[in-house]
């Protein structure tokens, strides 16, 4: 699938939201993944799933720059259902969570944790850990819209409010 961000930059993904961004561009840099092992194991999302799978990236600064490599391995796994509470109202949830490993030295470098609302066919809350950057960062729903409400007028004022109010509660 392709999606188109507010400020207009495009990016591949597959319909399954724990699979990484598959393709993008970001000012001249570009990047593209290819995922090898089963992923979508884990649908239709129930508690006691799991599944493996590796991911190869391929990154380049610029149109000239020598091309990067990496190669990370996910475990993933669903949880029981929980009750969930977020601005946009409280949803009973499967936790999704996956570890990303180095192929390396099989350290955890990352966290991801969706907490997916049947009810929606959607996560509520996304939390990422990345240990290498000792960072947490949380997304949650703030709005449920149809199709035809979802104007761009419409998410760029839910945008700025969440921002806003993530910015108020930080301080």
């Known amino acids: 699938m392709t999606w188109a961000g507010l400020s207009g930059a495009s990016y591949q993904r597959s319909r399954n939201f724990v699979v990484p961004v598959l393709e993008w561009r970001s000012g001249r ?3 593209r993944r290819e995922v090898h092992g089963n992923p979508d194991a884990l649908w239709p999302i129930a ?14 600064a610029n ?3 020598s091309l990067r490599r990496s190669v990370s391995l996910w475990v993933c796994k669903t949880g ?20 990303r490993y180095s192929p390396t030295t099989m350290r955890l470098v990352e966290q991801r944790e969706w907490d997916y609302a049947p009810e929606l066919g959607h996560y509520v809350r996304r939390v990422t850990v990345n240990y290498l950057r000792g960072t947490t960062r ?5 709005a ?5 409400a979802a104007s761009k ?10 921002r806003q109010s993530a910015t108020t509660a930080r301080r």
């Open 80 to 99: 029981k259902p929980r009750i969930f509470a977020v601005t946009a109202g409280t949803y009973e949830a499967i936790p999704v969570k996956c570890d």
């Open 153 to 162: 007028a419409r998410l760029t004022a839910l945008a700025r409010a969440a």
């Open 47 to 60: 508690k006691s799933k799991s599944a493996r799978f590796r991911v190869v990236t391929e990154t380049r």
């Open 29 to 31: 840099a570009t990047g």
């Open 63 to 65: 149109a000239q720059a």
């Open 138 to 142: 949380t997304v949650e729903l703030v």
């Open 144 to 148: 449920a819209l149809s199709g035809p």
